[in-house]
Nanobody, 120 residues
Framework: QVQLVESGGGLVQAGGSLRLSCAASGRPIVNYSMAWFRQAPGKEREFVAGIPWSNTYYSDSVKGRFTVSRDNAKNTVYLQMNSLKTEDTAVYYC???????????????WGQGTQVTVSS
């Protein structure tokens, strides 16, 4: 079992930045793929960014603005979000799994989510 706890969400103006953190416990994340998903009201949960081991992957909507990283020694994953847009407003979730996929259904462990609100 992996327990995940997100933090760092909040209210920010468009063009601003936020850094999300995801602290894992229960098992070392070094053996797991880690990713961030988000879900806006009335929409399905979508892949944002992922880091299976050392490679990184991003959705087209955040590429060039968001950066995902992991610190295996601290058992923590980060999402640096720059140049935020109003359409980035959503609940952001951290997830982990043993394989790799951008489909939410393929991920086994989830955090409770953290709200990110970008105002115009």
């Amino acid at each position: 079992q992996v327990q995940l706890v997100e933090s760092g969400g909040g209210l920010v103006q468009a063009g601003g930045s936020l850094r999300l953190s995801c602290a894992a416990s229960g098992r070392p994340i070094v053996n797991y793929s880690m990713a961030w998903f988000r879900q806006a009201p009335g929409k399905e949960r979508e892949f944002v960014a992922g880091i299976p081991w050392s490679n990184t992957y991003y959705s087209d909507s955040v590429k060039g603005r968001f950066t995902v990283s992991r610190d295996n020694a601290k058992n923590t994953v980060y999402l640096q979000m720059n140049s935020l847009k109003t359409e980035d407003t959503a609940v952001y979730y951290c997830a982990s799994t043993m394989g790799w996929s951008t489909r939410p259904q393929a991920w086994n462990y989830w955090g409770q989510g953290t709200q990110v609100t970008v105002s115009s």
